[in-house]
């Protein structure tokens, strides 16, 4: 089974938002606006960005 994978970009800042939600764009690896991550596709990773999903988006 290929290793499937997800691109995750921050496209809103974090400042103003809770604490937990600007931990969880850390956890996902997300410095700053515009930086682009790529990820293993797990149930984890899906829900962190389910959380945050107005601060973040899938990339193709």
Known sequence: M???RV???LIKSTAGCKQSHR?????LGLRRI?????LEDTPA???MI?????LVQ???
């Open 58 to 60: 899938v990339v193709a």
């Open 45 to 47: 990773v899906r829900g």
């Open 23 to 27: 931990d969880t764009v850390r956890g």
């Open 50 to 54: 389910n959380k945050v999903f107005y």
């Open 34 to 38: 515009n930086h682009t991550v790529e």
């Open 2 to 4: 290929a290793d499937k």
């Open 7 to 9: 691109k995750v970009k």
